[in-house]
């Protein structure tokens, strides 16, 4: 007998309630791990100016998912009305958050678990279909990308963080040093970027458009610590040949002389990460550069940053069929054989890993262990349309910002695709950012 309280679904909508409801227990699983396994003073301690108090993307977290879910989903009157404009994003910046009068640890948990619970039930009662914030239960998926992203920023807070070591987790498996060529043609010619078809893809990951690029060689792997130290110790930082103006009078301003982290003893390179102290090792992708920084070494090397359409075309193009995929190795989830996603390590895997992951063309880690910058402003594709709300990209549109992909280590697979767009300013460090660079084709070349 059907049950007349279930929602009427579109064919395929209760596997995708199983992947909203996995994605969601993943985020608050993360969630937690991320906010237990320090005291309460550094819960409510700001790390720095740059990043909120772990306790505000705490409650923040439970507050969109409220105003969301419960709210705009089911109708529900709010649960803390009172509290909307202290997890406003952009009513108060980070740098003042600490002076408002937030949650408390407990009562942050307590009002985030009592929202969950109550998302639940929505969850069960919600037919797949019908509304835009509905369709393919969208908005179920980008509330979990939405704490997931928050994930990645308490990740951040954490690195900031002084004191004692408080997460751990397995290295990535040891790898062969790779031996592959160190950079692959891409040919020249038209490819598809953006989406219209991922159910959960953001409003300015779409829509999908044609875009032409002409031939280009873009490294197979990440820029390396190694790669990166032979820049810092040529007397990178010191030479402005190799940096725009603003990247030059923002590097003398803040007396840069080495990735964020790092510090030389004697002849040798340390790094702090997440509280443990330790050699650079030579072989990981370089990460804690800015934008600036990248652009410098790219320039030094005799190369380019890539791109956002360069990056995407390496990532999802393959010349065999003409399609764009959603991932460099087809349109498969991610496993762990593909790419070191979802905080599973504290760090990238050397250069050259996951041979699983790799494009038709042969380029390695577009996916996971550290962002990667690019070249390009962020700017709305063609055909852009704001949804759910213009806070999410358009008040960011513009060159005050540049282009991000591929995510890193602390990305989970549910905000990490071949489409996926990530934004910053050009001086931040603090992001689990990298690069690889790139150089245009000779003609003839592709």
């Not at 458009?209 to 032979?230: K, Q």
């Not at 513009?398 to 071949?418: T, Y």
Request: charged share 25%; aromatic share 10%; hydrophobic share 35%.
């Amino acid at each position: 007998m059907t049950d007349p309280a279930a929602p009427h679904d579109a064919p395929g909508a209760e596997a995708l309630r199983e992947r909203a409801l996995g994605s969601l227990v993943a985020a608050r699983e993360r969630t937690t791990l991320l906010t237990t396994c320090v005291e309460g003073p550094d819960l409510t301690a700001q790390h720095s100016p740059l990043m909120s108090p772990l306790v505000w993307d705490l409650a923040h977290i439970g507050n969109q998912e409220e105003l969301w879910l419960l709210r705009a989903v089911a109708g529900r009157e709010a649960m803390r009305p009172e509290i909307d404009s202290l997890y406003d994003a952009f009513e108060h910046p980070r740098s003042a958050r600490p002076s408002l009068p937030l949650l408390a640890p407990e009562e942050a948990r307590r009002y985030a678990a009592e929202v969950r619970g109550r998302v639940m039930d929505v969850l069960e009662s919600t037919a797949f279909h019908g509304t835009a914030l509905t369709e393919a239960g969208f908005v179920f998926g980008m509330i979990a990308q939405h704490e997931q992203q928050h994930d990645e920023t308490m990740l951040i807070t954490h690195q900031l963080r002084q004191g004692p070591q408080a997460l751990t987790a397995p290295d990535p498996d040891p790898a062969p040093p790779f031996t592959g060529p160190p950079e692959v043609l891409v040919p020249g010619g038209p490819f598809t970027m953006g989406t219209s078809t991922e159910p959960w893809a953001l409003d300015n990951e779409r829509p999908a458009h044609v875009r032409e690029t002409p031939a280009f060689w873009i490294d197979t792997a990440p820029v390396t610590n190694g790669a990166y130290t032979a820049f810092v110790e040529d007397g990178g930082y010191d030479d402005p040949r190799w940096w725009t103006p603003e990247g030059w009078d923002h590097l003398r301003r803040q007396g840069l002389y080495a990735p964020l982290y790092w510090r030389r003893e004697g002849r040798q390179w340390l790094r702090r990460r997440f509280g443990v102290t330790e050699p650079v090792p030579a072989d990981e992708p370089v990460l804690h550069v800015s934008w600036y920084e990248a652009d410098a070494y790219a320039r030094w090397a005799g190369r380019r940053l890539p791109t956002e359409a360069e990056w995407e075309k390496a990532a999802r193009h393959d010349p065999a069929t003409g399609r764009s995929t959603r991932y460099p190795w087809g349109d498969a989830d991610p496993t762990h054989e593909h790419a070191n996603l979802g905080q599973r390590h504290l760090r990238p895997a050397p250069a050259g890993s996951y041979p699983a992951g790799e494009s038709p063309l042969g380029v390695r880690q577009l996916i996971g262990d550290v962002w990667e910058w690019t070249s390009s402003d962020f700017l709305p594709y063609p055909g852009f349309a704001v949804f759910p709300y213009k806070e999410y990209s358009q008040v960011f549109f513009g060159p005050e910002c540049k282009v991000l992909r591929g995510g890193s280590f602390a990305v989970d697979q549910v905000v990490c695709r071949g489409t996926f767009r990530n934004w910053d300013y050009p001086v931040r460090r603090q992001i689990f950012s990298g690069f690889r660079t790139a150089r245009s084709a000779d003609p003839g070349e592709g």
